[in-house]
C-alpha cells in the first residue's frame, strides 16, 4: 500500500484589532477622500465659536454672579450696605449684561413666535394687553418694542385741576420737602442732592447762598422751599414717561455712572444709588420756579430715549463717570401729559421741584400711580378762611 506524505497547511495569522481599525481607517479615506475645507467655511466655524464664547458665555457668568448676590442680599436685608460691599456690586459686569439684554431685547422675532414670547412676559409681570395702543403681539417686531409700547388714545386722564401729575405708571418710594442736602431715596436712606444734580453752574440768578439746596431756590422772598418725588417702574409697567407739568427744560445732563438695580429692595439697602447710577437729568423751570426731571438707568435698561434730545446716547460699552452738558436752549416748553421720553425697560424717575410750602402731595409711599393722576396741589387757603384765622390771632382787649 502506498502512503503519500501529508502536507503541512501553514498556519492563518488573524489580524489584530488594530491592524483592522487601520485598514478600516484607510478603507474610508479611500472611499471618502478629505475635503478642504474654504476660507469662508473657516471664518464662519470661527464666527460661530468666538460667538459662543464673546456673547453667551459672558452672560451666563454674570447670572451666576448676579445670583449668588441675590442670596447674599436676602441675608443682608435688614442693613444697609458696607463700603466693601458697594465696591464688590459695583464690579460686577451688570453694564455687559445690560448690553447683551439690549441686543438680544432688539432682534426681531418671527411673528408666529412674538404671541407666544409677549404672551410670556404679559403673563409674568402683569401686563395690561387691552391698554396697549395694538393689542395684537404680532405687531411687535422686538421685545424691546413691546416694553415701550403706546397706549390707547386716553387711556390716561390727566388730572389738570393738580399742579403736579405723575409723569408714569409706577410705584411711589419715597416723597416729601427737601430740607438738607441729603435726600431720602426712600425712608431712612439718602443721597447727595448735590451729587445728584451736579454742581449749580447753570442758574444765571444764583442766590449767592453755599448751601447747595438754597442755591436753587428762584423765589426765596416768597418762602419757596424744594421738593422731590421718586417713581420706581417694573417690568410690567408702562414704559414711556410723559411730561408731570407745564415747564421748560433748559439744560440735560448725562451722567454716564453705574447699571445697578433700582429695585426698592435694593434703594433700601445701598446708600446714594441714585448717584452711582446713570441718569439724564433735565434742569429747568415751572411757574413756582426751579424744576428738575431725572430718568435713571438701571440693570438691563438698554436704552433711556428722550423725544426732544436727540442727541442723548446712553448705556455705552464703558463707565467714563463723566458728566456731560448739553444745552436745549428755550425752545422745548412742554404741557402737562406731554410725551417726555421712554425707558427700554423699567427703572426710576426723579422729580426735584420747588414749589411754596402750601404744596402738599396726594399720593403715600407704595401707591401705584398711573401717569396723568395727581401727585400733589398748592393748598390755597379761602379768603373767608384767612380773614377767620386773622381775627384769632388779635389780642383782645381787657
Known amino acids: 500500500m502506498n502512503s503519500h506524505p501529508v502536507r503541512a497547511v501553514p498556519s492563518l495569522a488573524l489580524p489584530s484589532p488594530t491592524e483592522i481599525r487601520s485598514l478600516h481607517i484607510t478603507h474610508r479615506r479611500r472611499i471618502l477622500p478629505k475635503r478642504d475645507l474654504s476660507k ?3 471664518n464662519s466655524d470661527q464666527f460661530e ?3 459662543i464664547f464673546t456673547r453667551f458665555v459672558p452672560v451666563g457668568i454674570c447670572l451666576i454672579a448676579v445670583m449668588q448676590w441675590r442670596s447674599y442680599r436676602k441675608k443682608s436685608a435688614e442693613r444697609l450696605a458696607n463700603e466693601w460691599e458697594i465696591n464688590c456690586y459695583c464690579m460686577l459686569p451688570l453694564r455687559t449684561v445690560s448690553r447683551c439684554w439690549g441686543w438680544i431685547a432688539d432682534i426681531q422675532l418671527p411673528e408666529f413666535l412674538r404671541p407666544f414670547i ?3 412676559y404679559a403673563n409674568t409681570f402683569g401686563v395690561k394687553l387691552s391698554e396697549a395702543l395694538h393689542e395684537d403681539l404680532r405687531y411687535y417686531p422686538s421685545l424691546a418694542d413691546f416694553f415701550a409700547r403706546p397706549l390707547k388714545n386716553g387711556i390716561r386722564a390727566i388730572d389738570h385741576a393738580s399742579d403736579l401729575v405723575s409723569p408714569c405708571d409706577g410705584t411711589i418710594l ?3 420737602t427737601v430740607h438738607t442736602n441729603q435726600v431720602e431715596q426712600v425712608k431712612g436712606v439718602t443721597y447727595s442732592l448735590e451729587n ?6 447753570w442758574l444765571n440768578n444764583n442766590n449767592g447762598s453755599n448751601d447747595y439746596r438754597v442755591s436753587l431756590l428762584h423765589h426765596t422772598h416768597r418762602e419757596n422751599t424744594l421738593y422731590q418725588c421718586v417713581i420706581y417702574l417694573a417690568p410690567g409697567d408702562y414704559h414711556r414717561f410723559h411730561s408731570p407739568a407745564e415747564w421748560k427744560p433748559t439744560l440735560r445732563r448725562h451722567f454716564h455712572g453705574q447699571l445697578l438695580s433700582v429695585k426698592p429692595t435694593i434703594a433700601k439697602w445701598l446708600p446714594g444709588l441714585f448717584c452711582l447710577n446713570e441718569r439724564a437729568v433735565y434742569l429747568g423751570t415751572w411757574k413756582y420756579g426751579f424744576f428738575s426731571y431725572a430718568a435713571v438707568g438701571a440693570t ?3 436704552t433711556v430715549k428722550v423725544y426732544c434730545d436727540k442727541n442723548l446716547h446712553t448705556n455705552h460699552p464703558k463707565n467714563t463717570g463723566r458728566c456731560k452738558d448739553f444745552c436745549l436752549g428755550n425752545n422745548v416748553e412742554l404741557k402737562k401729559g406731554d410725551p417726555f421720553g421712554e425707558f427700554r425697560m423699567g427703572s426710576t424717575i426723579v422729580l426735584v421741584f420747588e414749589a411754596p410750602v402750601g404744596f402738599q402731595f396726594t399720593v ?5 400711580v398711573k401717569m396723568g393722576q395727581s401727585l400733589g396741589k398748592i393748598e390755597h387757603q379761602k379768603f373767608v378762611d384767612r380773614i377767620q384765622t386773622s381775627s384769632k390771632d388779635i389780642p383782645k382787649a381787657s
Open 196 to 201: 445728584f444734580l451736579g454742581a449749580n453752574t
Open 118 to 120: 409677549y404672551g410670556l
Open 174 to 176: 419715597h416723597f416729601g
Open 364 to 368: 403715600l409711599p407704595g401707591d401705584h
Open 49 to 51: 465659536w468666538k460667538g
Open 40 to 42: 469662508n467655511e473657516r
Open 300 to 302: 438691563n435698561v438698554g
